[in-house]
């Protein structure tokens, strides 16, 4: 584990490379929905990849989301927060018709090279949630919002925005696969991550380093030292379904870590698996 100095060094050596996230003087203060476009820098996402592995990460998550949508039977599928594609990959291998969409060009560009280093090729799309139908057309059988991903919203106007233009992005009975930390859990108890290592591999420490209301900071260290943060609204579990049933969606049933029945707290990430009809 490297001291602090050492940390502010890497710090400082990756700020000289343009690599470094700006929060600005005070962190906790950073709630703009815009902002995960500056917390995705190069130095976060290559060095997230280089560490997921993303075996260890398959394995955890087993056949869910490719069972859940072969028991629908979906087959297109729009990933709107693709990051470095592993979900497209994995669900592109599965036979489906995977299109691969994120606001963020940097991770865009890198799931592309994720794919064809594995002989893939994906349909990717350079888009934002809340103007998602202005960029990509046709409709869908399954939406697919993964890795902790929705809680970048800060603005409840834009939940509602982006929730509307996935709703109008699948057909007349499509799904919306999303999931999220269980912040209830965090909020209300505190940390205790004991499957800290299933989204990110054994080498990354992710902990809440400040956390309120409307504003979970978490902290990412790795191995060599260096330290991202990304700022994020917690999400609560209730609201969150809610807010799916007031878009339209008829149905919306949450699975904790993957199991239909969990006690409140227990889970560390919930799945919302809401329906059209
Ligand atoms: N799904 C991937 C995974 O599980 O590895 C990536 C998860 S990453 C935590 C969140 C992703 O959501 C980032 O790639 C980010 O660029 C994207 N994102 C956040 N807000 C967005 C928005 N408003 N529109 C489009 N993409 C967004």
Redesign the pocket.
Known sequence: MASNQETTAIAEKESKDGATQDFGDNPIEVRE?DH??EE?VHGFVDKWDELIDWDARAQSEGQFFIDMLKARGKKTVL??????G??SVQLLKAGFDVTS????AE?VTKAFENARKRGLVLKTAH????WLNRDIHGKFDAIIC????FT??FKES?RRR?LAEFYAALKHDGVLILDQRNYDAILDVGFDSKHKYY?CGDQVTAEPEHMDNSLARFRYTFPDGSVYH?NMFPLRRAYMRNLMKEVGFQKVNTYGDFQETFDDHDPDFLVHIADKT
């Open positions: 929905t995960y476009q995705y990933d709107v927060a693709c990051g470095t592993f979900h969409v994120d606001g963020s991770m888009a934002d949630w809340r993964l890795g902790n991903s970048h919203l834009d982006a989204y990304l």
